[in-house]
């Protein structure tokens, strides 16, 4: 059975860090997406790394997150520098079998995490 378990998330000031991890069972997944969800808004793309460990990222993360993936590809981690309040979400890690569609859409992937809470206070 497929599961996606995410870790990592808590209370922190802004300007601190925060590493999350999601740790995959059952099976290899060709990609893994991050994405997030601050309440009455979308769930809004993060990040996303590809199996050859290509990374994209939304603009208003770039330069301060970093997705990584371990060599067993099932565990992916996101970790997060220079954390703003806005950056205050429950972020949810994805998972696909393939790399088809874009890697920034929500419909792209098959699996999701149960999601952790990030809060950043001013």
């Known amino acids: 059975q497929v599961q996606l378990v995410e870790s990592g998330g808590g209370l922190v000031q802004a300007g601190g860090s925060l590493r999350l991890s999601c740790a995959a069972s059952?099976?290899?997944?060709?990609?893994y997406g991050w994405f997030r969800q601050a309440p009455g808004k979308e769930r809004d793309f993060v990040g996303s790394i590809s199996w050859f460990d290509t990374t994209y990222y939304a603009d208003s993360v770039k330069g301060r997150f970093a997705i990584s993936r371990d060599n067993g590809k099932k565990t992916v981690y996101l970790q997060m520098n220079s954390l703003k309040p806005e950056d205050t979400a429950v972020y949810y890690c994805?998972?696909?079998?393939?790399?088809?569609?874009?890697?920034?859409?929500?419909?792209?992937?098959?699996?999701w995490g149960q999601g952790t809470q990030v809060t950043v206070s001013s």
């Open positions: 994805a998972a696909s079998a393939s790399s088809v569609g874009s890697s920034s859409s929500v419909g792209s992937y098959d699996y």
């Open positions: 059952g099976r290899t997944f060709s990609r």
